[in-house]
């Protein structure tokens, strides 16, 4: 299984960025799928995730501003980020929400900064 996260990069505070998240070797459509962020020091943290019926939960730092959603026909989750914060500097990864979890990729960097 592989998870290939891709769309970060280097944006200006107030930008915004388009996440996807494609698997191969998986099919997603029925797992609830999570983006996370672990920012240098800092542990992994959920930010959002989506169910297969696309029920979706946010952490509280990012609602509002990120938009979790999924395309099941290509097999893919993407996580739409917009009014960029420097503090949203992290490398995201996505996979499962848990209990268990897929071969983690190496996640995308997203960096914002003036």
């Known amino acids: 299984v592989q998870l290939q996260a891709s769309g970060g990069g280097l944006v200006q505070p107030g930008g915004s960025l388009r996440l996807s998240c494609a698997a191969s070797?998986?099919?997603?459509?029925?797992?609830?799928m999570g983006w996370y962020r672990q920012a240098p020091g800092k542990q992994r943290d959920l930010v959002a995730d989506?169910?297969?019926?696309?029920?979706?939960h946010y952490a509280d730092y990012v609602k509002g501003r990120f938009t979790i959603s999924r395309d099941n026909a290509k097999n893919t989750v993407y996580l739409q980020t917009n009014n960029l914060k420097p503090e949203d500097t992290a490398v995201y990864y996505c996979?499962?929400?848990?209990?268990?979890?897929?071969?983690w990729g190496k996640g995308t960097q997203v960096t914002v900064s003036s």
């Open positions: 989506i169910s297969g019926g696309r029920t979706t």
């Open positions: 996979n499962r929400a848990g209990p268990t979890f897929l071969n």
């Open positions: 070797g998986a099919n997603l459509s029925l797992l609830r």
